[in-house]
């Protein structure tokens, strides 16, 4: 009988420092862009993080790809863009400041 192995994902350290530093900056950079007042380090990378997720995403959805830094800070800066703009219309608490 064969046994069947499944590698559901390849965690190493370097792969959790580089997605951290990927979300430490989009969200640093999504929460500029859109006026806030930043969420702190941690509150910027979980930004960047599930923004990575939600801007991989829509890319997917229009058939391309994220490969290299830069091209994953983008898709992330997008994604975190979306997200706080979702955040805002749900809590109804968009801030305008002129």
């Given at each position: 009988m064969a046994v069947a192995n499944f590698i559901l994902a390849d965690i190493n350290l370097t792969g959790v420092i580089w997605w951290l530093l990927v979300g430490l900056i989009a969200g640093a950079l999504a929460s500029l862009v859109m006026r806030g007042g930043g969420y702190g380090i941690l509150g910027d990378i979980v930004v960047g993080l599930i923004g990575a997720l939600i801007g991989g995403f829509l890319v997917s959805l229009i058939g391309l790809g994220?490969?290299?830094?830069?091209?994953?800070?983008v898709v992330a800066f997008i994604g975190a863009c979306v997200l706080i703009a979702i955040l805002r219309m749900v809590s109804g608490s968009a801030r305008r400041r002129i």
């Open positions: 994220a490969t290299g830094f830069w091209t994953e800070i």
